[in-house]
């Protein structure tokens, strides 16, 4: 599961978990992304603040993990370099899918190498509040659209809580909110 994870909320680990029991996953890896292109000009944490709060979030589940390729990848963030350097580290055999948010899978089109991706891992596609989610039609499209428990969460909105003093608790888990508070993150955004 890639995102930008800035910062990593309830949303993404309920996602995560509940993709994990439908497809009888083994390990759900999440992917902190490097330079997110799609969201730049805006103020992304840095990448190791972002990688820190991935790894505290998923610590306690032992099925989750987390993957240092694209931050330690030098330049913008491509799925498709993703999924392919994780196939040279999981080998031929290995069964690889990407879980995406509704949201996200709506912008696939207009991903780098869109017409590829779809052949190097199953996509999963999952419902998510105020978003329509859909096939997006790829070729040679390998894509499920699950149902996941509605969380109404952001990053953006747990930002701008932080920033206006509102509380994060519960929306985050509560070592996020710890670390946010430690590190100081998006008070002066
Ligand atoms: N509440 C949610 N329910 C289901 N999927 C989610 C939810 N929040 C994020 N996702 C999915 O998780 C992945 C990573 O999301 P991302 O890190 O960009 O979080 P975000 O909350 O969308 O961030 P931002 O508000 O900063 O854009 C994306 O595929 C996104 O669609
Ligand atoms: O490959 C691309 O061109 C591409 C464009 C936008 C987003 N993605 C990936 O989609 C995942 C979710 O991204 P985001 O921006 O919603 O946090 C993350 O792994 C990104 O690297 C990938």
Redesign the pocket.
Known sequence: ??????P?????L??ASEVAHLFALDEVIFVP?GQ?WM?EGRKTSPAEDRYLMTVIATASNPRFSVSRVDIDRPGKTYTIDTLREMREIHGPDAELFF???????GEILSWRDADELFNLAHFIG????G?NLADPGLPGGGVSLVE?P??????????ERVRAGEPVWYLVPDGIVQYINKRGLYRGD
């Open positions: 599961m890639g995102g930008t994870f800035d990593i909320h309830h949303g993404h309920v996602a992304t997110p969201k879980i995406t948010g509704a949201d996200a899978l999952c419902t998510r509040p978003h996941v509605a969380l109404a969460i952001s990053s953006t909105e747990c930002r």
